[in-house]
């Protein structure tokens, strides 16, 4: 369940993103403005090919020396990421 609210989390923030760049340009915005296109690997997101992947900045969360550790205790310190509260706030 974790997993797919994560997935959601992360095309939620990309397309809102890509929304927001994608409309400057359209008619009836303000005069002046252009579109920006903003690459995907500028982009931080959840497990999303071609982006940063945002659990990179949580190391000691969801690093490599907390592979080790007992499924419980990962469990644990997930819950306490701010991926996790983002995630939350969005239920």
């Known amino acids: ?9 992360s095309m939620t ?4 993103v890509l929304g927001v760049t994608s409309g400057c340009g359209e008619t009836g915005k303000t005069p002046g403005s252009a579109s920006v296109e903003i690459p995907l690997n500028k982009i931080w997101a959840y497990h999303m090919p071609g982006t940063r992947e945002i659990s990179d900045l949580e190391p000691n969360i969801f690093g490599s020396k907390v592979a ?5 205790e990962r469990f644990r310190l997930s819950q306490e990421s701010f991926t996790e ?7």
């Open 13 to 16: 923030i990309v397309s809102t």
């Open 85 to 91: 509260l983002i995630v939350n706030k969005l239920q």
């Open 1 to 9: 369940m974790m997993y797919f609210l994560k997935q959601i989390l």
């Open 68 to 72: 080790n550790l007992p499924a419980n």
